[in-house]
């Protein structure tokens, strides 16, 4: 019994001799280690969350080189590395809050970006993901109007030439010292973060003719943690905004199997701007043939009554 257990025992050191512990890093040894720690302590899931303690604990426990090896890690760097676990969308390590605690997420929630789809379903899952992205309207109209824009749904609208049809576009309204002034807002929608890196460009290209541009997409508010920070870079270099739908698993999941009834509204969902649309000038052109070859508007007084406010939505 003792041979047993002192080889039940040695199985996880072994294991990560095997995980390269002489040539790995700080990150790499904490996101192993506490990964398996989790792993032993049954925390499967946001229900069975583990304290950094316990999870510090454990990784102790069952990998001593944490702390006697040449290279340990001292514990403060083992903190600030779960912290980083928890932020990096390849990791399974999810924590919901700091007082929260830590669990191990669905696969299934993980590495979202970057469901692939086979190539011979290409043309049918473009009809179905633009059904998909329908169901999303409503709120990201609702959010839009509560920015004082007056909306409408122009996904359907075929008069700018391919990506120059916006799925929600907003018109701001203003007039100073008699003269009137009409800003442009626009938000691309889409239903998940799969193929993030091509669809983002839908929502550039619309920065030729719109103030304000904004990319969305509906994500599980428990992974929150895991929307990829490359957004950041993509945001700041074209000069676009992020908007997240948090919506539950179910209802998630529901939506991107195509299963969904009801379209998604502000009850369903929290909307995050996880980073602002600066106001960008446009050429004036570009913004004229807007407004009069998509929106058919052929004046100032046209644009003062085309789509709703908030406090006239349905």
Known sequence: MADQQSSQSEQPLAEFTEFNWEQSKGYPKVLYSATKALEALGANDSSHTKSYKEVYEKA???????????????????????TKAVNDEESLINCEGRKQGYYLISTNLVNLSKVETPKEEVVKEERK???????????????????????????ALRGHGKWGNPDITGLLITETVGVPDIEIGTIEVKVSLE???????????????????????????????????????????????????????????????????????????????LYSAPFMTVQAHAKKKFL????????????CTWGQPLEEQD
């Open 129 to 155: 993901r633009k059904e998909k992205e329908s169901h999303l309207y409503p709120i990201a109209l609702t959010w839009l109007r509560t920015q004082r824009y007056r909306c409408e749904d122009t996904s």
């Open 292 to 303: 009069e070859k998509s929106l058919e508007l052929h004046g100032y007084k046209e644009a």
């Open 195 to 273: 193929n993030w890196e091509q669809w983002i460009f839908e929502a550039v290209a619309h920065r030729r003719f719109s103030n304000r541009v904004y990319f969305a997409f509906a994500h599980p508010e428990e992974a929150a943690p895991k929307i990829p920070i490359e957004m950041r870079y993509y945001a700041e270099l074209y000069h676009i905004g992020i908007l997240v739908f948090l919506v539950s698993q179910e209802k998630f999941f529901q939506l991107c199997n195509g299963t969904l009834q009801e379209p998604i509204v502000a009850l369903d969902a929290t909307v995050f701007e």
């Open 60 to 82: 102790k426990e069952l990998f001593p080189q944490l702390i006697t090896h040449p290279t340990a890690v001292a514990e403060n760097s083992f903190y600030g590395y779960l």
